[in-house]
T-cell receptor
Framework: EAQVTQNPRYLITVTGKKLTVTCSQN?????MSWYRQDPGLGLRQIYY???????DKGDVPEGYKVSRKEKRNFPLILESPSPNQTSLYFC????????????FGPGTRLTVT | GQQVMQIPQYQHVQEGEDFTTYCNSS?????IQWYKQRPGGHPVFLIQ?????EVKKQKRLTFQFGEAKKNSSLHITATQTTDVGTYFC??????????FGTGTSLTVIP
């Protein structure tokens, strides 16, 4: 089954404790993205990757890191989480940048206290 | 950077009434996509519009792309409870970023 998986689905952590949210897709997609969703703000792109070893900042990259060592995986790293990073995070993938539909993972609800 | 606004932010309708959400971009879009997110779920792709002035229909849903390719609309005829959710427009920027609209949350009252 074609899908995007994310783990964990829920996470409560404390300020400053490094964490990684994993994302994997099995569709051989080139383009992958991370978004955060906050009430009234819609989905905002954090980072995206055009292909392996090619990543770039989206609209709200501060406080986040990503890597793309393999085509299927695109982890999101929060080196020192802060309460303003409490949000719902989605990973997404598509065949290419913006000409085809994006497939979304189930989401990760992160709370930073 | 690019901004994509949607109005209204919230809409409550009686079942059977029509619903429309409007999407406006600060820049010209090469194409526009629409997504639906059910409560507690993730965004799911509905449709993509590419041509200026394009109109596409999916059963009770009608999507339009403006002539200037800076705005779009989604109209639902005779809403049903299954239409409940948040509707987002989205489009690529001239670079490689992808922008989503602020979303319209639809509630359908049975």
């Amino acid at each position: 089954e074609a899908q995007v998986t994310q783990n964990p689905r829920y996470l409560i952590t404390v300020t400053g404790k490094k964490l990684t949210v994993t994302c994997s897709q099995n569709m051989n997609h080139e383009y992958m993205s991370w978004y955060r969703q906050d009430p009234g703000l819609g989905l905002r792109q954090i980072y995206y990757s055009m292909n392996v070893e090619v990543t770039d900042k989206g609209d709200v990259p501060e406080g986040y890191k990503v890597s793309r060592k393999e085509k299927r995986n695109f982890p999101l790293i929060l080196e020192s989480p802060s309460p303003n990073q409490t949000s719902l995070y989605f990973c997404a993938s598509s065949i290419n940048r913006g000409l085809t539909e994006q497939y979304f993972g189930p989401g990760t609800r992160l709370t930073v206290t | 950077g690019q901004q994509v606004m949607q109005i209204p932010q919230y809409q409550h309708v009686q079942e059977g009434e029509d619903f429309t959400t409007y999407c406006n971009s600060s820049t010209t879009l090469s194409n526009i996509q629409w997504y639906k997110q059910r409560p507690g779920g993730h965004p799911v792709f509905l449709i993509q519009l590419v041509k200026s002035g394009e109109v596409k229909k999916q059963k009770r849903l009608t999507f339009q792309f403006g002539e200037a390719k800076k705005n779009s609309s989604l109209h639902i005829t005779a809403t049903q409870t299954t239409d409940v959710g948040t509707y987002f427009c989205a489009g690529p920027e001239t670079g490689n970023q992808f922008y989503f609209g602020t979303g319209t949350s639809l509630t359908v009252i049975p």
